[in-house]
């Protein structure tokens, strides 16, 4: 009785749909499995995410079919949107065996500058599974043709079809809350389509980017030629030039830049009883051989890091939401540090960096910005406890780095980008210094940050021991500098009494005034260092470091910073949100602050509000600027003399020790990479660690995902220095 009640009910519309969300369910299964692997590494709530997320959102669109009476409408429509997420489901399964990603809508659109659609045929990346995906599909044709399937004619009511949508909202919306508690700003930011997969599922995904894509092209389609102008313009009445002092003294030599993650200046010559907590960035902070500035500040906006990355060395902010690379760099015409410093003075460029290549969409971004190679963590054994969650600890990163560092062709421009430091700051016993003691500051995201400060600072140390030893320090520069902050204003309280302030009244200015990050440019030799107390921000890198090295005629680049060495610059330091920092008085959520007392201003007179408004209006204008060149990707119309387009398809990232191998070769006895200059020798050798993990064997856990987008999973590959 009751069984067959169960087959009518399957029988009925309801029952209908209910199949065939049970069918997506299982489909979407077998490619989270088989293909997107998306399971290995997943957390708790990922599995649950994973496990539950085709359903909610299957409902939803099949349940559009039941408001349709007829059956000749309610049949065909429930199988199109079926056979339409089917589509779905197996073109991003090709995708992702080619490329390692989820499609785009622009890559679907053939829109996308650096995967335009598949490199190798779909035939060719189909797989034996892929039957299952359409078997079901082929079986019902074929029950249709010949006539072996009724059509229920009965209708379901609109107040049952509406109760189905919705309990379908509601669900889907419960997912959405769950991700978003787990990984806030998810959506937002929407750092990794990989992240986005595995809590929200294929459509959603494909819905966001869809809505990020129309946007998009909505605000590139109004640009206008003429756009450019008001951006040149505003360069021609900005633009600070080269102090003589400085113009070139770094010429010719390497640069290394050593991103460090979360790093707040608030670290350098701090000591927890007596005991610094970075003993080794202070010394470079104050050595003769550096100029290091105090009054640096970041100017990231949801894009974190990415954003950092992009002012950093495109001298242009991130955008007002969601970030540059996540949103746009796929697509996007940079005039970026790499490409210039290779077109001007003939440098190789690399980022090294022990994270999956999709976070941030790098992969895509460093092709659109001229990066020649991109070490991701598929270059490197991030196998058991030598990652964090966020990828390669730092002394394994800087040591393992070694082998394609030392091919790199020089001069290079080199970006390090660590992860240790990165929140929830938790780092493994094994890689605590006995020796170091941190705070009991009630808080174990501070208490926990100096531990992760502390073991970046002897990651950096072990790196320029190895510099020195190898020689590379003395024809090199090295860049440091802090991303964000690490230590959000909810932790702030409890560092306020470890800085000396007191927590009771910590206010706005308070936390704008902790957004200074380290910002130090070590000149090995160079002796006439110092700290300027300048009032900058890291869109102000580009210009000063293109003068340091060199670079002639700066002012044809599209740079919204000054050169921090120019004491001719404004100091009106603009944050991704509008306020602004000046040396004396802040503007933060619109109230006036004394920086000395760190107060509010009461009434502040007349010239002050005048001076002040003045610095918001510049900071406005600088944002809006940059809105216009990056949302419009205005780039695109505005080539400097001299200067040649990047095309991102110039760049393939998978198997770069053979190719650096392989230039090596061709260059024979003119290559300039450190190997060749060793007397072909590995310099392997001079660099010490005491990393815990470093002699550990690679094992099968991992705590991040490996791959490479370029060349799909590298387990395989021979293209490891150390297999
Ligand atoms: C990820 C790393 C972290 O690869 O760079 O980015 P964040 O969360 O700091 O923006
Ligand atoms: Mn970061």
Known sequence: ????????????????????????????????????RLYEGASIVQWLTLLINPIPIAFLLLSIALYFKSSKLFYPISLLIYIVNVVLIQLNVIYYREFTDFMSVSVMLGY?????????????????????????????????????????????????????????????????????????QLITRQFDSK??????????????????????????????????????????????????????????????????????QFSIDHKIDGQAVTPFLNSIYHSKDTIAFDNFFNQVGQGKTSDAENLLETSTFGLPQGSLFATQGSDHTFQAMPSILKQTLGYSSAVFHGNNASFWNRNNVYKNMGYQYFFDASYFDTSGD??????????????????????????????????????????????????????????????????????????????????????LYDNSIIVLYGDHYGISNSENKYLAPLLGKNADDWNANDNAQLQRVPFMINIPGYNKGFIDHTYGGEIDVMPTLLHLLGVENTEKYVQLGQDLLNPKRSQVVATRDGDVITPKYSYVNSVIYDNKTDKPVESPSQSLQDYMDKARDKAKEQLSISDSVTQKDLLRFYTPKGFKPVDAKDYNYSNGLNKLKKLEKDRGKNSRDLYTINGDKSTQSLYKTDAPEQNKPRSNTSRIQQVNPDQGDTSESDDKPNP
């Open 1 to 36: 009785m009751k069984q067959r009640h169960i087959s009518d009910w399957l029988k009925s519309r309801i029952g209908f749909i209910t199949i065939l969300v049970a069918l997506l369910w299982a489909k979407t299964q077998m490619a989270n499995i088989m293909d997107f």
């Open 112 to 184: 996308d500058k650096v995967n335009q659609g598949l490199g190798a045929s779909g035939l060719a990346l189909s797989s034996f599974h892929d039957i299952f995906f359409w078997l079901d599909i082929v079986v019902l044709l074929i029950l249709v043709i010949f006539k072996k399937v009724r059509l229920n004619a009965q209708t379901v009511a609109t107040f049952k079809a509406f109760s189905v949508t919705s309990f379908a909202m509601l669900a889907s919306m419960l997912v959405l809350m769950v991700s978003e508690m787990e990984r806030p």
């Open 195 to 264: 992240m986005l997969v595995k809590y929200l599922g294929l459509d959603t995904y494909t819905v966001f980017d869809a809505i990020r894509a129309r946007n998009v092209s909505e605000l590139k389609s109004s640009a206008k030629t003429s756009d450019i102008d008001k951006v040149r313009q505003y360069i021609k009445k900005h633009n600070v030039p080269a102090n003589a002092k400085y113009a070139g003294i770094a010429k010719g030599r390497n640069v290394f830049v050593i991103h460090l993650e979360s790093t707040q």
């Open 386 to 471: 030598k990652a964090t969650g966020y990828g390669l600890k730092d002394k394994l990163l800087f040591k393992d780095s070694i082998p394609y560092l030392e091919r790199l062709q020089q001069p290079f421009y080199a970006k390090y980008i660590t992860v240790t430091n990165h929140f929830p700051y938790s780092l493994d016993q094994e890689d605590k210094d006995p020796n170091f003691h941190t705070t009991n500051s009630g808080s174990s995201v501070v208490d926990g940050y100096f531990e992760t400060n502390h073991y970046m600072d002897q990651s950096v140390e072990e790196f320029f021991r190895y510099l020195k030893k190898s020689g």
